[in-house]
């Protein structure tokens, strides 16, 4: 009995810090993917950079991330994803290939670029474990990027 009542608490902790750092590393994949959804969004079409359609291609592309992130433990923002601040969205930059300033932070992107221009998203999040342990951070903050060039992909027809 009493060796039970020695070796059952390690066990439950030991437990209890595998569960969390499968949440962690699920949470991880889940902001990575937020940054990718958005950063495709974003540059899958030239003329969603164009003067007309920037601010709406940069609410759309936080939706998805915050869309993308809207399972996770912590998650902080509107119940339909459409804005979040945990994770949080970093503005959404426009850079050269070369980060040159052949592409301009503000609209209108120049269609047609060669080399095109990147998106950037950042997505920061802040990851909270059930055990709070004494020598382990109680909140463990990291940021995931993507990067993805701004393509000219012909539009598919509707059916």
């Not at 949080?88 to 050269?96: H, K, L, M, R, T």
Request: glycine share 6%; aromatic share 8%; with cysteine.
């Amino acid at each position: 009995m009493t060796e039970f009542a020695i070796v059952v608490p390690i066990f439950l902790l030991l437990a209890i810090g595998i569960a969390d750092l499968g949440r962690l590393y699920t949470a991880m994949g889940q902001v990575e993917a937020g940054t990718r959804e958005a950063a495709d969004y974003g540059a899958f079409q030239e003329s969603n950079w164009t003067d007309t359609n920037y601010a709406q291609t940069e609410a759309e592309m936080v939706r998805r991330a915050c869309t993308a992130a809207i399972g996770l433990p912590d998650y902080v923002g509107a119940a339909d994803g459409s804005s979040c601040s945990n994770p949080s969205v970093a503005p959404i930059a426009i850079e050269g290939q070369d980060r040159n300033a052949s592409c301009p932070t503000a609209p209108p992107v120049p269609q047609g670029l060669d080399p095109p221009c990147i998106v950037h998203v950042s997505l920061t999040y802040t990851f909270h474990a059930i055990l709070r342990v004494p020598f382990i951070p109680a909140a463990l903050t990291f940021e995931r990027d993507s990067r993805f060039a701004i393509s000219a992909l012909p539009v598919p027809a509707g059916p």
